[in-house]
């Protein structure tokens, strides 16, 4: 989370870190969540109520009906339709943070 060199930062379905750290993080966060993954999920509210206080750059997606891996085409789970929309995203946000 702390790392200095780090231009920004695109987590996908992962979970959020501990709240009493959200303070050292300094690159911008995209953040991309599978909806139906609830045990990831639940803790997004108190997430984003940490970085709000923080004041972190952040924007965070929620694709709906998709499962935990929906990115990953080597496994049932993918999901073309969010994946591809996750990834124009990702390429959306590097072209902003790391040009």
């Not at 870190?17 to 990831?40: M, N, Q, T, W």
Request: proline share 7%; hydrophobic share 40%; with cysteine.
């Amino acid at each position: 989370m702390a790392i200095p060199e780090l231009a920004c930062a695109v987590p996908f379905y992962g979970r959020q870190p501990p709240l009493k750290e959200v303070d050292k993080i300094k690159a911008p966060l995209l953040l991309h969540y599978a909806g139906l993954d609830s045990g990831i999920n639940e803790g997004w509210p108190a997430y984003e109520q940490a970085l709000k206080e923080h004041h972190k750059v952040y924007e965070a997606y929620f694709y709906q009906g998709v499962n935990h891996g929906f990115h990953n085409d080597s496994t049932p789970r993918y999901d073309r339709a969010a994946a591809d929309l996750a990834w124009q995203r990702t390429l959306a946000w590097f072209e902003k943070y790391l040009r």
